[in-house]
């Protein structure tokens, strides 16, 4: 078992927009597929699943996202909340400053219980929930002898969306085997080239390792993404609040100061892709990265509760439609069309995009930053 599980929960939420934004980031979206759970209340299940009677699980996220987060809480039992600490980042710095962040926390206030740790993205659709815990208690007897363990993705296509981590072929029947090199999100030809190689894999996101042995990775290869979380002192007795009996960190002396200071760079460039001693163990449980709006359309025909608005259609096959207002089609093929009316209180906004096309929604929102329209993000 793991002694603690650090989620991931920040992130602005543009590769959904305007679905999702930095109020509301897609983690906190209803899973099309299950309404009853959002993206992140089944990553926190998965997170109860692998650590041990005493084990805590530190969530890390952008002060807005809080109370989604305590929201999505609230179902869990009053004990199980008592293992739940939510540490609010003071500005986005990238997932490297969140996990050097919440190493530090550990050490500074469980000195005499660092241990094993594993990271959870909270975007992510893992299932069966069962064969995914067992995978990731197998790996948990790996990263004893100091290593940094990831799971790779048996790749389904040639995904230009995804990162590949590359092992020796002779490896891939191996409980866990140790990484050869990763490479960026590769051209269609190249990912073409690594899907037919067969030692090629999609880099999950999902990483364990032992406590003490990460910190020495972070001074060794991204000393100033970890050093000034270092400096700070121990947080009070009183630095943390109790919302709906959720732990919220809100008092660590330099906290701010720190984020001010740290690198704004992934976990993966900062540590990852540098370290020696990193295996890999290949999934057998199925994963989704709920990246973009292809994905999320893809977990339902229709994204929209039928209930709540009307699509007319003349021919427009394969067309997806996910809006709070009535819509009409008429032989718009292939596309995804998402319109926010504006009534919540936001922005009206409305995205149209070809299928297949919509890794560029980044783009689009890029533009709008330039263009300095941050009401819409």
Request: proline share 5%; aromatic share 8%; glycine share 6%.
């Amino acid at each position: 078992m793991f002694d603690y599980c650090i989620i991931m929960a920040g992130g602005s939420g543009t590769r959904l927009w305007p679905l999702s934004n930095s109020m509301k980031p897609k983690q906190f979206l209803p899973v099309p597929s299950d309404k009853k759970n959002n993206f992140f209340t089944l990553s926190l299940e998965r997170a109860f699943s692998l650590i041990n009677g005493n084990g805590e699980i530190i969530i890390v996220a952008g002060k807005t996202h809080v109370p989604h987060i305590v929201k999505s809480c609230a179902d869990r039992s009053e004990a199980q909340k008592q293992h739940i600490t939510v540490i609010p980042e003071p500005e986005a710095k990238n997932t490297a400053a969140a996990i050097a962040c919440a190493l530090v926390f550990i050490e500074k206030t469980r000195p005499e219980r660092n241990g094993k740790i594993f990271v959870l993205p909270s975007d992510h659709l893992v299932e069966p929930k069962a064969v995914f815990t067992e995978q990731a208690l197998l790996c948990a007897r790996h990263i004893d002898t100091e290593n940094l363990a990831v799971f790779g993705i048996p790749p389904a296509a040639p995904e230009t969306g995804f990162g590949y981590i590359e092992i020796n072929r002779s490896d891939a029947q191996n409980e866990v085997a140790h990484v050869v090199s990763f490479h960026e999100k590769p051209d269609t030809t190249t990912a073409e080239q690594y899907l037919a190689s067969g030692n090629f894999y999609w880099n999950s996101g999902m990483f364990a390792f032992s406590s003490g042995f990460m910190k020495r990775e972070f001074r060794k290869y991204a000393a100033d993404c970890i050093a000034p979380f270092e400096i700070l002192p121990v947080p009070s007795k009183d630095a943390c609040s109790v919302k709906d009996g959720v732990s919220i960190l809100e008092h660590w002396e330099g906290l701010t100061e720190a984020y001010t200071r740290t690198r704004k760079i992934s976990f993966d460039f900062a540590v990852v892709t540098k370290s020696s001693r990193v295996i890999m163990s290949v999934a057998r449980f199925k994963w989704r990265d709920i990246g973009c709006w292809d994905e999320y359309a893809s977990l339902a025909k229709d994204v929209s509760d039928p209930s709540a608005i009307d699509v007319f259609r003349v021919g427009s096959a394969n067309t997806v439609v996910d809006s709070d207002i009535p819509v009409a089609l008429c032989e718009a093929d292939d596309l995804i069309v998402v319109i926010r009316s504006g009534k919540d209180g936001s922005v009206p906004s409305v995205l149209i995009a070809k299928k297949g096309e919509t890794q560029k929604v980044g783009s689009i929102v890029e533009q709008m930053k330039m263009k300095k329209r941050d009401d819409l993000l």
